[in-house]
């Protein structure tokens, strides 16, 4: 932390901020100039910067360093891969997770299964519960909906990743996912997250809405204080001004995160684009861009869908798609793994 | 909902259509000018109209009604009040909760107690379990501090409210709160939104940092739906690109919320800035404009708060603000409750 | 400036950084901290700090101090005041400016001249030129509007204000309007800003849909580097998320520029809301938030305006809405120009 | 044009909004249903739909056309090519432009065209007027930068494209340039665009800040209104909340264009990201994901650079980074030019 003071503070203003410093456990260096004194501040607990900003004759506070810690690649310079099964995420592959927005029947997930294990896909996605805007919308089948993705990928050799709501959902979750998914309402659900630092499977975290990437890390930061360092982040679009998408899916979080965290990252285009039309063009971009994977929506009739249709693939159109990623991925020296 | 389609679409695309939106319960009423066709749909089910969008021949697809229907005034054109004991949530009466934003110890609470109940305050606010974006900031002092909070403040005469992180703690909330919060991040925690809707006492929602007014209303619905229609709202700032404060407050909400809903709506100027100084101008703006009351943090000490110190008024500052309340109050026609 | 080393950044690292410190004009302190070395940096040329982050070993760079001088509240800590005739802007009056968006014809612009003269306005506000978001849409009168609303207003005892588009009219302006208003769109013309400089006439400078306070300062700042310091500005609404208002209104910018700054600044709820039943609760929020001015649009027949009919007052709603703004000024201790 | 009028609008309210619409020349389509009655409303002038918006009895009005014509693809179905030489924007092949920042001097300017030639640029960009956020940054060299870009360049077999920030240096850049760009905070400024409506040279015509993808379309509607066809699109980033990023680059853009209009659109990674580190992954990313072409910023000795020095790519990392376009280029079905 670095307090600038105003200029023309006086010695007392100056003396009662380093006090204060001191007695959070800061180690202070001063250095006073023709027009004003600045203090730079090291060690120390967490403070809220405001609290000193607002002290008299204080002109500005900069926070220097980050506020999180074990997800910073500072923390951890090599990158982090997390195992599931023989996937490995953040290694030289792209990881192609696949399947409905929603599981609606055993029909549908079998069909979805079937469709997207035809193509290679070896983790498979799939939601139970639902969060939807309206409580008027489909919210999912539940736990019978999380048996039967679970029957249906396993039985074709895949794993299966799924959004758990509510930390009282994740014992259930534990028997039936392989992965455990935080969508971006609740991704500053601490309890949540706190709850989920004690499992030993691997997050899936997607950033929030109105998220930034800083606040992402944090968040990333509950589960691994916990003691489960096994996250992957995702990048699933914020909200902006821009109407003609449903969100802005921000592919420049793929470097900014590599530079600033050891955590794989993989990206949403079927959440971030919320249009069947712009899934490809931003799944071939993510890939280029560097992502660790990408998590699509894929059902079998996208027109009878319960949920999000409009962003799903057909499987012929998903099988299209892993070509085009097939060489956009070797042009950056990776492979595919679906 | 009305569908436009494309010039030149083919009589068999636009029957396509309509056969689906007679399928999915519509009532369609076609018009077929020199340039286009145009569909204009009644009734059906609530569908989402990305659906439609990606029909062959379509070319847009507008949503000509409100997703939500209970919290809106074509529903109940009349303003609903929302008591808590003989304070009126809507009324003339202009509604002043504060206190500190955490509860730390019996000694600060009792302190912010007594300081905000010898200016008439009767709803008394204090956190006990703090949603922080950083693991390693105070976290709260939960149950323990929700006791302390409801002693300090009915030992006075004054009523609670106090944030509710999770479904699971609404129990133990009924028993210390008299009204129970539901912060900016759990606006859509739905799971949270839905047990509410079964519960005897007042909710005072938040506004999610990155949600439209229209998905405000919308978690207002979830509440609802489940039969509890005593939902207060809340402005507490949305995320934009200045970082001058914590949050943009929206100001503009009151009037637009007040013409499309029927349910009080109150400000909180402490979190929607983010700095003291800004504090006392909000406040009054926000009276100015229409809203039904004011949520503000107040602290005996707040160099010493651990949490938001920042953003707190000293008890001297919150009793010159009220004297400023009252005047611009009475220029508005109403008078204040605290 | 600050610059934070990365931990473990080399001795010849940080002597790199520090040889073009010294090339750049800049004092340096230096401490070398257990975990880390800080670079204090003082004095020097303004720089670009990116450039400073990308040396090798340097982990973050912070700019400490504001980028704008001459608008800056350190610079002169008294506040501006801007006169136009005995009218004040920064004094203890509240200055409401109005009159219809666009000039349409002399019927028109008389009949608001004389609405708004009836009420006591001493500023009429009316736009000749206007930026249109399509070219299919009404582009003004010209020239001929500007000598309408300048005869209009005089021969009624009020000054005029109206938008200039472009340096090259500047000397028309200088004919016929009090205060050369610069709009959102403008605010980074910095050619038409430049230009402004050397005008001895007051100057509106609008803050651009995207500009943050800090950006509006040195909009401000390139005028008055040109020797023009009669600077007013105006809050008119950014651009975010939502989308039930046009804008939405930042009435937060009040205090804090007029902490940042010792320039005086008005608001527009006109096109910060878009909306005509929105104005007067933003019209009142602005003046009880610290406002010094207003700038409202009223025409005579809304109904037939040819530009933002949608938001412009009737007359007889301008007169209400002033008694209104009567009280809240007088909540607040100032009083209203009109 | 729909308009809903509310539940249980009276006949007269009905008959008074019908009147208005033929009145602006509209087509009316009345559907009385149980509920309410919706107006579908053909042809007429283009309107602002707040006009009706606030007529009694009036619900909601809902625009359904695009208010752009000549840049739509509804208008030009196939796409459309712009011609500098051999060059074709539009085409199977990716455009790279590049060059620096500014002139800043003979040999700098000698020194990147022979930088950008030898790897086989043909367009060549830098900036001779700059639009500095600050008056106290380096403005640019004028027009002797430009004569001395266009004299490097040209003796290398390039093409040249620079900013032109007025309309009255429209002349001068004529002679110079043989692509007019204009800057993305210019994107709005009318009087430009209309002047460069008039021009028979190409116009790149950068996104606004805060830029909706139709205001870009509308913007160049201006130019194409005028006379001039030729109109390059171009996405550099908008600015949102997150602040790790110069701005966010918004690639789902590149899609979304060429489903509204048949324009050509090429990106700018360089002041999308702000951040040489960053250039490469969004360049990548913006050919994955269709892009016509690219801006990139180069520099000889980025160190000394007098402007965004941060986002240029030395000689040999722009070297690098076309052959790994080349790569994706080639995945995506398309050539490289450059």
Request: net charge neutral; glycine share 10%.
């Amino acid at each position: 932390m670095v307090i600038v003071m105003q200029r023309g503070a006086s010695e007392q203003q100056i003396q009662k901020v380093i006090d204060r410093l001191i007695g959070d456990g800061f180690d202070v260096h001063r250095s006073t100039g023709v027009e004003r004194t600045v203090l730079g501040v090291v060690g120390g607990k967490i403070v809220d910067t405001r609290d000193y900003e607002l002290l008299d004759g204080v002109k500005e506070v900069v926070r220097i360093t980050q506020p999180y810690k074990l997800s910073s690649r500072t923390f951890k310079p090599e990158g982090t891969t997390v195992d599931v099964g023989p996937v490995r995420f953040g290694s030289k592959e792209v990881v192609v997770m696949a399947g409905p927005c929603t599981v609606e029947s055993r029909e549908q997930v079998e069909a979805a299964a079937e469709a997207v294990a035809q193509v290679g896909v070896k983790i498979m996605r799939g939601g139970a519960f639902k969060p939807r805007t309206s409580p008027h919308s489909f919210q999912g089948m539940g736990e019978e909906g999380l048996r039967l993705l679970h029957d249906a990928a396993h039985r074709r050799g895949m794993y299966v990743i799924s959004e758990v709501m509510d930390h009282t959902q994740i014992p259930m979750f534990l028997e039936y996912a392989d992965i455990l998914q935080v969508g971006a309402r609740n991704m500053q659900n601490f309890n949540l997250l706190k709850e989920l630092g004690k499992v030993q499977k691997p997050v899936l975290l997607k950033r929030g809405m109105s998220a930034t990437i800083e606040d992402l890390l944090l968040a990333a930061e509950y589960i691994m204080t916990g003691g489960n360092h096994e996250v992957i982040l995702c990048e699933r679009g914020i909200r902006t001004f821009e109407t003609a998408t449903r969100n802005t899916l921000d592919l420049s979080a793929i470097p900014v995160v590599k530079k600033l965290s050891h955590l794989p990252i993989v990206v949403d285009p079927s959440h971030g684009t919320g249009r069947r039309d712009k899934v490809a063009p931003m799944a071939r971009a993510a890939v280029a861009a560097g992502a660790d994977g990408l998590l699509i929506e894929v059902h079998p009739d996208p027109d009878k869908a319960l949920c999000d249709g409009a962003q799903s693939l057909l499987p012929a159109q998903f099988d299209a798609l892993m070509s085009e990623l097939q060489l956009i991925a070797t042009a950056v020296g990776r492979t595919i793994t679906h």
